[in-house]
């Protein structure tokens, strides 16, 4: 084979290799495009200044915000003023992971829920590349918590008061046997009494 | 009066951009759609593709590939397009470069290199390579404890409204590394104004 035919064959080579993996390039974006729009919790991937890069849908319900609203934003932004974001970021920086965690998140509109934060630092060849936050909504869950709890309350002081009124009852009734016991034997007295008068 | 090139176009004009040696990765047409489908749903798209029409170059959005390279040219005139379809100035230019970063698969890839400022100084040549294959860009002046950068894009010469696109781009990128509320970003030299590159100046707080 002549250098230039060589040349070109390599040429050839080179170009469907390159073909191949711009195919599997789009394939991949679309993959993760699709990825991004299924997931059913809210999600999101911050890099290490946590800056949003990259969220779910479910994320722009959960804060009553569109996806553009949330992207290239900084995720403290949607936490309360008072949190205390900088122990969040020691937190997680620290442990690397962060599990079960109850914190506030700030709505659009100013509205607070509670929510229960996972979070994951991503690594890449030792270095930090960014994390991955999942926020799950229990707030309707901790509502149902605390009126659950508010019953169970509400029903032991009912109890406490009805075995008490029990209690109370038995005493009465036995205060009355013994009462009425005493009468029988007053009468039989009395009656002994004047038969013997 | 003073022209502004933004505003005024000639067809001589257009194929002269057109055809621009060098090309471009397909995400930037990707990204300005999905601006336009944001601010001006589908029908503003369809008003754009007319526009593209119009001019001599139809372009396609919805056929686009993000990692193919289509004539560098086509992304000023896809630019343009979309100035002339809504009037737009040159902020809206500025705010669909800085919207950009934020939905581009190229940019998110990359973005793992952009962890701290000093090393997305380092790594801003090899980005540029990732979306033009003419000119370069480089960092010739970093002074982070003065909180200061310079940003120089040499070799391309295309039209004026890639520079405010670009503007608004890179100050997303910026947004993304600088810990700071307050960004700035001012075209200090321009090769439309006879500098021999663009040099944009970034002054954070």
Redesign the interface.
Known sequence: MSPGSKKKRLEKESFFREQLL?ND??KL?AY??AFWQFLPIAVCYV???F?I??ASKTLEVLLNC?I?EI??HNLKEFFPREFDFEALEKEIKEKKKITQKEIELLRKDKKRILVSVFALSRI?DR????YFFAFLDITERKKMEKELRERIEELERFQKLTVGRELKMVELKQALKKAQKEILELRKKLSQKVKTQ | MKKNPLNEITKEEIERIFETPGKVRGVVFFTDAKYILEKKGKEGLEKVKEETKRMGHFIDYQKINSFEWYPVGLRVISLLAIKRAFGWSEKEIFEMGNYAPKVSIIVKLLLKYFISLKRSVQEVPRYWRKHYTIGKISCPEFHEDEKWLVIRVEGIKIHPILCVHLRGYFLRIAQYVIKSKKIEIKEVKCIHRGDPYHDFLFNWE
């Not at chain 1, 270095?127 to 960014?130: A, N």
């Open positions: 711009l390039l789009i974006e993760i495009k890099n290490p200044a800056n890069l990259e569109t553009m992207i290239g890449e270095v930090l590349m960014g």
